[in-house]
Nanobody, 126 residues
Framework: QVRLVESGGGLVQAGGSLRLSCAAS????????MAWFRQAPGKERELVAA????????YYADSVKGRFTISRDNAKNTGYLQMNSLKSEDTAVYYC???????????????????WGQGTQVTVSS
């Protein structure tokens, strides 16, 4: 009942910035927690950042802490991931995901999310 579409990916040089967006459509009248995951070739999908419905709590992987910022605009049904000081290690397909079950809590596991986008490619050249 929910469709998530990521956008904003692309090719950037190391040290550059990108802002990813995740637009939700369909049944979006319910509250939900949101997260960004990424998956590099040959690696498992990993949690990058997560945020509760109100934005009152956030989580960041150690590898991106201080460089990435997760946010959301619930009036627009859109989530964001601002990525600064990008490194080659950040190269991956980035996915947004939402959870309707416990929207006021941070979720750190892959299987805790109900809906997923198709992903957007982020490539950082060195």
């Amino acid at each position: 009942q929910v469709r998530l579409v990521e956008s904003g990916g692309g090719l950037v040089q190391a040290g550059g910035s990108l802002r990813l967006s995740c637009a939700a459509s369909g049944r979006t009248f319910s509250t939900y927690a949101m997260a960004w995951f990424r998956q590099a070739p040959g690696k498992e999908r990993e949690l990058v950042a997560a945020i509760t419905w109100s934005g009152g709590a956030t989580y960041y992987a150690d590898s991106v802490k201080g460089r990435f910022t997760i946010s959301r605009d619930n009036a627009k049904n859109t989530g964001y991931l601002q990525m600064n000081s990008l490194k080659s290690e950040d190269t991956a397909v980035y996915y947004c995901a939402v959870d309707f079950r416990t929207p006021t809590r941070i979720h750190t596991k892959l299987n805790e999310y109900d809906y997923w986008g198709q992903g957007t490619q982020v490539t950082v050249s060195s």
